[in-house]
Every structure is written in C-alpha cells, then in structure tokens.
C-alpha cells in the first residue's frame, strides 16, 4: 500500500508515557472568516489537522441561514485512509 507518515506531534505523544510531563504553547490566533459571505474561501488542512476549519465551516455554516446570497467554501485536507475521514457526514452536509 506503500510508506505510511506518521505525524510528527501526535508520534511524539504517543511514545510519552502516561503522567510525563512536556512543554507545550497556545498561540493566538488572527485566523478569522470573512466577514462578507459572498467572499469565496479555500481552506488547506496540509498536514495541521482539521479542528481549527471545522470551527469555521461549522459558524459559516449556522451563518449561511440567514443570508440570501453567500459563495462556496472549498477545503482541501489528506487522509491515509478512508477510515480516517472522521467527519464525513458533517463536512459533506456543508
């Protein structure tokens, strides 16, 4: 099936023992969708993991109800396998 990647975060995780302590940060974010629907977007999970554009999709999504015109969203994000697409039925309803 050819070379599986792991993640350089999440190997780093799991080779930890449980209770061992690591450093780790938050970093604000500027991140933020635009404020005019109709502004097409392009979203690119390459390899970040796609929690931060679930939020967006989700809130554009709660959005889009109220507006009588608003442009697509397209996101763009790698899966090894199909088991590993865990959001399916949500992103596929956006």
């Given at each position: 099936?050819?070379?599986?990647?792991?993640?350089?975060?999440?190997?780093?995780?799991?080779?930890?023992?449980?209770?061992?302590?690591?450093?780790?940060?938050?970093?604000?974010?500027?991140?933020?969708?635009?404020?005019?629907?109709?502004?097409?977007?392009?979203?690119?999970?390459?390899?970040?993991?796609i929690a931060p554009f679930m939020a967006f999709m989700e809130?554009?999504?709660?959005?889009?109800?109220s507006y009588s015109q608003y442009a697509k969203w397209h996101f763009f994000?790698?899966?090894?396998?199909?088991?590993?697409?865990?959001?399916?039925?949500?992103?596929?309803?956006?």
């Amino acid at each position: 099936e050819g070379k599986i990647e792991k993640g350089t975060c999440s190997s780093y995780l799991r080779s930890l023992s449980p209770g061992t302590a690591f450093n780790a940060r938050v970093v604000k974010s500027s991140f933020r969708c635009p404020s005019d629907p109709t502004f097409p977007v392009v979203l690119i999970g390459g390899g970040t993991g796609i929690a931060p554009f679930m939020a967006f999709m989700e809130e554009r999504a709660a959005e889009f109800a109220s507006y009588s015109q608003y442009a697509k969203w397209h996101f763009f994000f790698g899966c090894r396998t199909k088991n590993e697409f865990l959001y399916k039925d949500r992103i596929e309803k956006w």
